[in-house]
Structures are given as C-alpha cells and as structure tokens.
C-alpha cells in the first residue's frame, strides 16, 4: 500500500528538532558569548538586572538603544525558528488529507521509526501514529505554535537572550509532537516529560527574577507528582496487557476483560493514576496551583504552553485512554466531579484577580476543568472539540493580553490600564472576539463547543443535573469574569500611569496578524463540529464527530461509516431526551451566559463604584476569594512544611548521623590504624635493613616449608 | 662432577657475613662493602650451580650480577662522597630526618 505523504510523517517532530539543533548551535556559538561579552562591558550591570527584564520585553526598550546593533543572527533565529513550526504545519496537514482520504475505519497509520527497547517481552518501539485524535492535536499543536512563533518574534524582539527562547520553544514544539504523536504510553511519556522540561525552562526563562524561577520550580514539582501516577500506570498497563502500544493495548481490552484478567478495580486503579498524571500536566485540583503562578513566563509561552498546547496534554491522555476509562465508572465519576468542580472553583478565583494574565490563567483551569468534565461523563469528542475551540480562543486571548502588556510598557495590573480601545484597536477588537468566544455566545467557536460538554454533562448516561448546573454556572462565572476583563482593560477611564500613557502603541504586523488570524479561527473554528440538534435543522453535519468517531466508537464505525457511527451515537442519547430539551438547556445556557456578561456590563460600566462596595460589604468573602481561597498557604501548611520537616528529619538522622557516619567512620579506621603503623618509619637505617631482611627470611621460610611440606 | 655443597657453603657463609655487615654496621662504606659481599656471595652459588648442572647460564649471570655490582658501587660511593659533603658524616645512625 502506497502511504505517499504519510511516510514523511516523521518530519513532523523533526522539523523542530531540526529548529532546536540549529538555534541551538547559535545560541551556544553566538549568543552567549556575546551576551557573556556584553555584561563583562560597562552598561552590563544596568542592562542584565531582572528589573530590567521586567515581565515584558518592551520594559528593557530604553535600555536596548544603548546596545550595539542588533547582532546578525537574531534575524537568523527569527526566520528558522518559526519556519520549521510552519513546515511541520504543513507536512503535518498533508499527512491528514491525505488520511482523510481514507475510508473511516482505516484511519491509523503507524510508521515505526526503529525498534526503541527491546527487553524480555517488553517491546516498545519509536513509532508515529496518526489517527483521527492524534491528527486533531498535532495540527492545532502545529498550527497555533506556529502563530505563536510568528507572534514571539515580535514580543521578544528587545529580548537579549533571543536564542534561547526560541530553542526553548522549539524544544516544546518537538517534545509536544512526540507526545501526540507516540504510539506508545511510553513514547508519549518521553514526550510528557519534554514539555514539562520546556515548561520548566520558559517559565524561568527570566531566571533572574525570583519569583520567575521559583515559578518554574513549583511547576516542575507539582508535574512531577502527576508523573509518578503515569509512571505507575504505565507498569500496570504492561503488567495487565503485556504491552504499552495503544493499538495493542487497545485491542486486548475485550479478550482480557471476557477472562477476567482486566477486573473493573484494575481498570480505575490504571486510570485513576492516569488522571492523577493528567491533573498534574493540566492543571486540575488539586494540583492546579503551579498554572496561576507561571504566567511568570513569557505571555506567548503562557499562550502556548499553558493555554492552548501543553495543558490539553491530560485531556489527550484521558481522551486516549478513552477504552481503559469507560471501563472504570468509578474513574469516570472522579474525573467528572473534579473536572466540574475545578471549572467552577477557579472560575471564581478568576473573578478577584488584578493580573491580567491571572485571571486567563484561571479562566484555563476553568476551561480545563469543562474538558475534564466531558470526558467524565464520557464525551471524549466534545472534549477534544473544546479544547480545539479553547486554544483558538485562549491563545488569542493570551496574545491579546501580551500585545496589551506590550502596549502598556509591561504593566499587568488591569486597575491601572483602561480606555485602550481606541489606543490599540486590533488587539481589543480580536481580544473582543475571543472573549465572546470564550462566554460561549451563540455561532462562535465556544459555543459550540461549551454547549456539548454541556448537554453530554446533561444527558450522557455518566452526567446528571447536578454536573450540567455546576458546569452552566460556572459558563456564566466565566463570561462575567472575561467581560470584567475587558471592560477594565479597554473601556472606561485611563487609570495608566502618565509615563505609560505616553508610549502606548500597537503592536508590530508580526503580532497583530497572529492575533487576526486566531480571532477568524476563533469565529469559525466551532462550524466544524455544530451539534446534531442545530445541523440536522440546517443540513450541516457534525463534520468533528464523524472524524473522531473511529477512535472513540470503534466498534460502530467498523460496522458503517462515520456517519452511522455519530448517528448511533446521537440517537441513543435522543431516545431518552427529546431535542426540544436540548434546544432549551442550550438557550438556557446563552441565557446563563448573557446574564454574566449582563452583570460585568453593570458592574464595571454602569455603576462601576458598585464592585468595591460589594468587596466592603463582604470583606471575609472578597478576602478569601481574592487570595484564591489561601489554597497556597493551605498546601504550604498541609504538604510543603511537612514534606520539608521530614526531608530535615530525614538529613540530619539518616543522611547526617547514619550515611555520614559509615564514611567518616570508615575514614577514621583507616587514620587510627595509619598512626600505629607510622611508628613503623622510625628513621633508623639499619632498622629499615633488619626487616628487610626479615621479610626475605620469612618469603624463603614459606617457600621452604611449602616445598618440604610437599 | 665435583659435589657442589662446599661451593654452596662458602656462597652462604660470604652471604650471611654480608648480612651481617648490613645490618649491624654504622659505616656507610662497610655497608655498601657488605652489599658487595653479598652479591659475591651469590655469584659464587652461580658458578657453583652452573657448573654442576653444565649449564652456562650459571657463569653468564655471575658477570651479570658483576656487572650490576660494579654500577651500583660506582652510585653507591659517589652517594656517599655526596653524603659526606652534605653532612660531615657517613654514620648511618644520624642519618634519620625521614621519620613520622
């Protein structure tokens, strides 16, 4: 069978490996010594302080005039680093036509690059494998990171250390596509830890910044938890099903389930250590907290990596995993309730926040949360879906808000921004946009999207009321908490400082036309996937779950098409509710939506004195709220100190008494036993003689007596 | 075939007073003496054995050793001319700086 494009599947991932060695080679050859150079110079001391970085690269303008000119290779970097994401964009979408043109149930090419581990039955090869779920995410991991390229290269353009960033992003792009694209648990963990080295590296990408590496830590540890639950998962995978390839795994499900090899506690024991990994990486409770905090990184990295790519890592697993998790009702119950309960409970952190890269990245968590929620309730499509529509909208939002910080000079607090609307109308009417995107108004990307999870949390045979209300209150949080956002940021009075104001500017074209082609995806990313209920109205077919339907309803669709597959899939579901309900919970939510955005349009435009008054009346509630429910200091208390007095404990009785004791010990012996023997030496000559000789009689002795004894 | 025990005697008794001359004496000069004693000594055995044996390798080890006799003498006293500059001594006996 002739595979024509498919067999270069492989420069997918390449092509950034490809970026990363070559920028790799300039930031080690040319970069650093020239920044080693620079801060041994005069202005080294003023210009290489973390205040001078700031939080933007916009603040380090004043002192970037002063440098020499801008050395040669910047302009190198900025044409490879995003052009090999564009190439692997572009093989990446051939490789998917080209798989499309398959029929449904052929869908899955593996390419096996070569044989990676081969011990005893363990066999785990480095293959590809693209599908319907993996080609979702490699294009949206490939198209948005390219976007996010182009957009770096403006946002980073004062940036000293320009080099490293785009090695560091390449590196991401790299890891992140062998994650989606392993065909194995532990290829995709390899590429697992990839991002979370990355993500580690970005956020302290300002490492002289404190609070910017000790963000980057939090991150890399709370990771680290999760990872030891993939870990274990992974050897229970292998011990249960002899193998860690999905298609194997995959396919042995039913047999071991009919011998009852695969009992239902073995499944949630697999899966729920799986979701532990995927409340790590994507930022669930209860270990969310380090998202918040790395929005210390560069804003085209917290659009990146912690909104749109990297943090939909969970979902991919979760959703991958989909044959494991519907066997597991407990899992899927856990997975449910956390999801829903996260979406909820950041959504109303978000509505307190200052920063305005907190508050998105609360509004992550949340968005996280609702994905976390569909696969719960078993609507693996509709999480994926959402979380395509989420890093359209998301990643805008993100770049939005960096093209803000940008304008502003890297000022981040929304109660000193205001009135920009008409400062920098691209980037408010795209942030506009995706910000009605996000709220889930009705035709854009979101709604679509949010509407799914939200009738599947409704009706599938895993939801319930309670999962729908939570999850379409929370809907409604969120589009008050993003109209909050916007209606501060851009509408109103300035409140900027009068030296920002002063050099308040649109971002360059390489910024803006990201953010406009984002905002178009933003728009129309949702009609690819328009439910059952409003398509068959209009004859628009649910073109994303008829794609996805092979993976997550394999036995229908091997049976007909894709079609038949969602069509079996939406009548089952319709057979309990009829769609006049679905039309109602649906107009219900826009409802729930419209009164969020009601409620902001309220508070922050009509009365706007009326939010702090609430914050007085309520000074407990505004309290805990603003410092996110002290879930930091609680964790600092319950885990941190703990885990440090233990670690104490464990240095000075183990490490300090028992383990320093044997060494020393050990060296003592030998010093005691070296200051008897050194009376030896004594200095006499004729002494030294007389045991000469005395060995030589005592060798000749021996030999003697072994001779006579003989 | 001459019994070669004789020749052997003589060998150990040259050796054991070169021994002696090691170990007891003060005089660097009697000492290096004595060293020469000893491997006289040996050579005697050499011959001794070889010729009993019929062997020449026994006479082509006593020049050997000679030989080896001569150039450690030759170190040996040029040393001890070195050792008389240094300290105006060639007892062994105060020789003793390098201790513990």
Same mark, same amino acid.
């Given at each position: 069978m002739v595979n024509g494009i498919l067999d270069y599947l492989w420069l997918v991932p390449a092509l950034p490996l490809l970026g990363v060695v070559l920028n790799g080679a300039i930031a080690l050859f040319a970069e650093r010594p020239f920044l080693l150079a620079d801060s041994h110079g005069g202005h080294g001391a003023s210009s290489h302080g973390p205040s001078a970085h700031g939080t933007s690269p916009s603040s380090s303008v004043a002192h970037s005039g002063s440098h020499h000119e801008a050395p040669a290779y910047r302009k190198l970097v900025a044409f490879i680093a995003p052009a090999v994401v564009g190439a692997a964009f572009v093989v990446a979408l051939l490789c998917v036509l080209s798989l499309a043109s398959r029929p449904a149930d052929g869908r899955t090419f593996v390419q096996i690059l070569f044989p990676w581990i081969q011990a005893g039955s363990l066999l785990v090869p480095a293959a590809l494998q693209l599908d319907p779920l993996s080609s979702v995410m490699a294009l949206v991991v490939t198209g948005v990171g390219f976007l996010i390229h182009v957009y770096s290269v403006g946002y980073m353009s004062h940036e000293r250390a320009f080099a490293r960033y785009f090695v560091c992003l390449n590196l991401f792009m790299f890891a992140m596509l062998t994650l989606v694209l392993a065909n194995n648990y532990l290829l995709m963990f390899v590429g697992w830890e990839g991002v979370g080295l990355c993500s580690y590296l970005l956020i302290g990408f300002?490492? #002289?910044k404190q609070s910017a590496s000790d963000a980057g830590k939090k991150a890399f540890v709370a990771n680290r938890i999760g990872d030891f639950g993939v870990l274990l998962a992974m050897f229970l995978v292998f011990w249960t099903f002899g193998s860690l390839t999905y298609t194997e795994v995959f396919a042995r499900v039913p047999l071991l389930r009919e011998s009852g090899v695969l009992t239902t506690g073995l499944a949630t024991a697999i899966t729920l250590l799986l979701f532990l990994g995927a409340t790590g990486k994507s930022a669930q409770i209860p270990l969310y907290v380090w998202l918040p905090d =790395?929005? #210390? +990184?560069?804003t085209p990295v917290s659009a990146l990596i912690? =909104? =749109?790519t990297m943090v939909t890592a969970g979902i991919y697993m979760v959703a991958r995993s989909s044959a494991l998790f519907l066997l597991a009702p407990d899992t899927m119950m856990v997975v449910a309730v956390i999801g829903a309960v996260t979406a909820i409970f950041s959504a109303t952190i978000g509505i307190c926040q200052t920063d305005i890269k907190r508050v998105l990245a609360y509004s992550t968590v949340s968005q996280l949360g609702y994905m976390f929620l569909a696969c719960g309730v078993g609507a693996f499509t509709a999480a994926i879906f959402h979380l395509m529509t989420h890093a359209f909208f998301k990643a805008l939002l993100f770049l939005g808000s960096g093209s803000v910080i940008h304008a502003l000079s890297g000022e981040q607090d929304m109660r000193k921004m205001g009135g920009l609307r008409k400062y920098i109308p691209i980037t408010y009417w795209t942030m506009f946009i995706a910000t009605f995107a996000i709220s889930g108004f009705p035709l854009l990307s979101g709604f679509f999207s949010k509407d799914e999870i939200l009738w599947q949390a409704f009706s599938s045979s895993h939801g319930s009321p309670v999962l729908w209300a939570v999850a379409a209150l929370a809907a409604g949080i969120t589009a008050f908490y993003m109209f909050r956002l916007v209606f501060l940021t851009f509408y109103g009075e300035s409140r900027m400082e009068p030296e920002v104001e002063k050099h308040v500017h649109e971002s360059p074209w390489t910024m803006t036309l990201p953010l406009s082609i984002l905002a178009v995806l933003s728009v129309i990313g949702g009609w690819v996937g328009i439910p059952a209920v409003v398509g068959d109205f209009f004859g628009i077919p649910n073109y994303f779950e008829h794609w996805l339907a092979p993976v997550f309803h394999p036995v229908a669709a091997a049976g007909a098409h894709g079609a038949a597959a969602a069509g079996a899939h939406g009548a089952s579901a319709a057979v309990h509710h009829p769609a006049a309900l679905e039309m109602g919970l649906m107009a219900l939510s826009v409802a729930i939506a419209l009164c969020g955005i009601g409620l902001a349009y309220f508070l922050y %435009?009509? %009365?706007? +004195?009326k939010p702090a008054e609430i914050a007085k009346r309520w000074p407990t509630l505004y309290d805990i709220v603003y410092h996110k429910y002290y879930i930091d200091e609680f964790y600092e208390w319950a885990v941190i100190r703990r885990v440090v007095n233990v670690s104490t404990g464990l240095w000075q009785m183990f490490d300090a008494l028992f383990i320093d004791g044997i060494v020393n010990g050990a060296a003592g012996l030998v010093r005691a036993a070296g200051d008897r023997v050194r009376r030896l030496q004594g200095g006499v000559v004729g002494g030294y003689a007389f045991s000469l000789l005395a060995g030589a009689v005592l060798l000749v002795g021996y030999i003697l007596y072994r001779s006579v004894v003989q | 075939m001459i019994d070669p025990s004789a020749y052997l005697l003589l060998s150990a008794i040259l050796f054991g007073i070169g021994v002696v001359g090691v170990v007891a004496r003060k005089n660097v000069l009697i000492i290096l003496m004595s060293v020469e004693l000893m491997l006289n000594g040996v050579n005697v055995a050499f011959v001794a054995a070889g010729s009993y044996l019929g062997d020449a390798a026994g006479g082509v080890f006593a020049f050997m050793v000679m030989t080896v006799a001569a150039a450690e003498a030759a170190v040996g006293l040029a040393l001890l001319i070195a050792l008389y500059r240094l300290k105006e001594t060639i007892d062994i006996t105060e020789l003793k700086v390098l201790k513990w």
């Open positions: 300002w490492y #002289e =790395a929005m #210390e +990184g560069p912690h =909104a =749109a %435009r009509v %009365r706007t +004195g | -």
